[in-house]
């Protein structure tokens, strides 16, 4: 399980704690659901047209329907008006 998910009650004794990070980017999900086929052929479609790597999608599982199978893509942007974080690295 991602460690970003679990709840932390105590964020203070985590000095490098990378949350703030995490609060100011805008997260958004996108999914695909369809046969193996067009699963696949609309992943391929969004590489060609420069969307997302194909890499960049989960594995494909299992949906709902038997029939079909889903694929999920994260994207993650730096929130409107949130200026960049200075990396003291």
Known sequence: MSQEFVPDDNKFERPNDDSAAVCEQEVVLLTVVGSPKGVRETILTLYRLGFAEVGDWSPVQRAANPKQVMSVLI???????????QSGR
């Open 75 to 85: 994207r993650r942007k730096r929130a409107e008006g949130t200026p960049p974080r």
